[in-house]
Structures are given as structure tokens and as C-alpha cells.
């Protein structure tokens, strides 16, 4: 396949996986990449529609992210929050000054009617990314957890509660009958495209909502181009979040083949590590395709090394 004629779909969820993206970003050209980001994560608040993923996406691809957190913005300042509190307002969920003006606007727009795939267009125009970005779908997904206390909303679970609750299983609401984006439907059908990446993002909830969605994991099943996961678990811990924990309180060893066997009805490839070299051989027994590399993005040049790591992988597929 030569390189004008090829274009890669990449799904993914926050912090984790917008690193890939980012490479990705790097070492494909702008319409040969389709990033998309889990919308599962949304929520109302505050009276503003709050799209976590797709803005930790959009930031890092702007280069605007904090790269402390990961999530937000760079250079933030927190005024609004500190008058929010001081009037007994919610403030378990932190939105600082200029990352609130994302929202302030996406709330107007959608309540213009304009839908969600739209606004993330432009808005990541404006921000000055090439690429395409764009939520896993303009419908409503809730991804909420279930515990032993009940049920509970994706941020509640992850900021409010801080992932302490024990997890017993998930519930994607919506998501059976959201249809995929329009861009996102494009990639899907794209007559250049060449593989689907799931980037190191949680496989319950960053990964799932995506394949939850109307038709998708049917799709992967058929596609013919390799499915390749890059394994958010390195040495028995996930790199980020709570997919580790969530692995351990729902019985599964705490390893890449358990993600492996989660998307075992597609996968053709994983990515894992070097340090869990050792586990090669049994990982095989799942999946056909194993490349064992440095998985752990710290720099921009780790997550283009990372990203052409990938791309060269499904090109032996
Ligand atoms: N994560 C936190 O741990 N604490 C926060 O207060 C928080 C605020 C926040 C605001 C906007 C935004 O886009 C993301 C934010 N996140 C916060 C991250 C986010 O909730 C999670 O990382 C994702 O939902 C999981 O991918």
C-alpha cells in the first residue's frame, strides 16, 4: 500500500490514548488520520455540556493541554472556580477559566441545534489542528459504573469519588442505538483505509462506548484491515486510571492478554510493552500479532516513535 493511499482510524479515550493521537498526528498527514474520542465521559454541569475526551484530545492536539494533568488547559487560572465555591456552588469537578470558555460555547452551539461532530470540527479548526477529530457519535452515551452501592455516573465514579468505589460491571446507556458520527462513519467505509488502532485507553469505558455504538463492533468484526491494540497495562499496572483496579475488582488477571481476550473477537494485533516481554508467547494464544516495544510516551519524539512503532506493526499484518 503506498503512503497516498492509505488512512488510519484511531479510537480513543482521554489522557492516555491523546498521546498516541498525538503522534499519530505527527507521522500521518492530515487526511490520512481519523481520531475518534469517547463521548461516554460527558455529563451536564453546571448547566454546560462537559466533553472530556474530546477536549483532552483537542488540547493536546492544539497544544494547549496541562502537562501536569493531562486534562484542561496549560497556564490555567482558576477564578471561576474560586467564586463558584465561595458562593457554596459544586466544585468537585474543577473547570478553570479558559477551559471554561470551551464549554460555555459548545453548550451554546449545541443549544443552537448545531451537533456535537460539527462543533468539535470547528472548534479544533480554531485551535489551529489539521486532523480530523471528532466525537464517537452526536447521539446521547452515559457510560455509568455499577457498584455494589448502585449505580453510578461516569464522573461521579471517576473525579467526585475518585475511582474508589468497587466496580461490578458497566452499562453504556444509549449506545445501542447512537449511530457513529458522520465523520467517524466516513473512516469506517474509507476506501484507503488501512488499520484501526485502539489507542492505550481504558478498555471498559473509553474503549467500549466506541464499540458500543450502532454497528461498530460489527464492523471491526468484518473489517479486512488489522485491528491493533496498544496495551494500556504495563507490568501489571495501567499506565493511567483506573482500568488496573477496575481489572482486579472484576476477577480478570491484570495483564495485556486479559485486554487481548476483551477484544478478542477483532483483534488481530497488540502492542505491548518490553518490560512484559515474558508474556509474548501466551499472548499469542489470543492474538495472532504481538509487537513488543516501548510503550511509555513521556516525550513528543516517544509518542512518534510509539505512533511509527504502530503503523509499521500493521503493515506486517
Ligand atoms: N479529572 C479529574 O481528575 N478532576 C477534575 O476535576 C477534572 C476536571 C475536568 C474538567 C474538564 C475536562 O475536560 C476534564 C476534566 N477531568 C478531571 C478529566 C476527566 O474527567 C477524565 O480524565 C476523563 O473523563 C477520563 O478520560
Not at 457510560?143 to 461516569?154: E, K, N, Q, V, W
Not at 483496579?245 to 487481548?260: D, Q, W
Request: glycine fraction near 10%.
Amino acid at each position: 500500500m503506498t503512503e497516498d493511499r492509505r488512512h488510519i482510524l484511531a479510537l480513543c479515550g482521554g489522557v492516555g490514548g491523546a498521546k498516541l493521537a498525538l503522534g499519530l498526528s505527527h507521522v500521518l498527514d492530515p487526511g490520512d488520520l481519523t481520531i475518534v474520542a469517547n463521548t461516554g465521559d460527558d455529563f451536564e454541569h453546571l448547566g454546560f455540556h462537559i466533553s472530556p475526551d474530546v477536549d483532552t484530545v483537542m488540547y493536546t492536539l492544539g497544544g494547549l493541554a496541562n502537562p501536569a494533568t493531562g486534562w484542561g488547559r496549560d497556564g490555567e487560572t482558576w477564578s471561576f472556580m474560586e467564586s463558584l465555591r465561595a458562593f457554596g456552588g459544586e466544585d468537585w469537578f474543577l473547570l478553570g477559566d479558559k477551559d471554561l470558555a470551551t464549554h460555555v460555547e459548545r453548550s451554546r452551539r449545541l443549544h443552537a441545534g448545531v451537533p456535537l461532530s460539527e462543533i468539535t470540527t470547528t472548534l479544533c479548526q480554531k485551535v489551529g489542528i489539521d486532523h480530523i477529530v471528532t466525537p464517537m457519535t452526536d447521539d446521547t452515551v452515559r457510560t455509568i459504573i455499577d457498584t455494589p452501592h448502585g449505580p453510578l455516573a461516569f464522573q461521579h465514579y471517576f473525579v467526585r469519588d475518585k475511582c474508589e468505589p468497587v466496580v461490578t460491571g458497566f452499562q453504556i446507556q444509549g449506545a445501542p442505538t447512537a449511530s457513529p458520527s458522520a465523520p467517524f462513519q466516513k473512516a469506517l467505509g474509507h476506501a484507503a483505509l488501512s488499520a484501526i488502532i485502539l489507542c492505550p485507553s481504558n478498555p471498559f469505558v473509553s474503549i467500549d462506548p466506541i464499540l458500543s455504538l450502532d454497528g461498530v463492533r460489527g464492523a471491526l468484526n468484518k473489517t479486512d484491515v488489522p485491528v491493533i491494540a496498544v496495551s494500556p497495562i504495563v507490568g501489571g499496572q495501567a499506565i493511567k486510571g483506573p482500568a488496573a483496579k477496575m481489572m482486579a475488582e472484576l476477577g480478570l488477571e491484570v495483564t495485556s492478554r486479559s485486554v487481548a481476550q476483551h477484544y478478542a473477537s477483532f483483534l488481530d494485533g497488540i502492542v505491548i510493552h518490553t518490560d512484559d516481554a515474558a508474556e509474548e508467547q501466551s499472548l499469542r494464544t489470543v492474538c495472532p500479532h504481538v509487537l513488543v516495544t516501548n510503550t511509555i510516551m513521556k516525550t513528543l519524539d516517544d509518542k512518534k516513535r510509539l505512533a511509527d512503532d504502530v503503523l509499521a506493526f500493521a503493515e506486517t499484518i
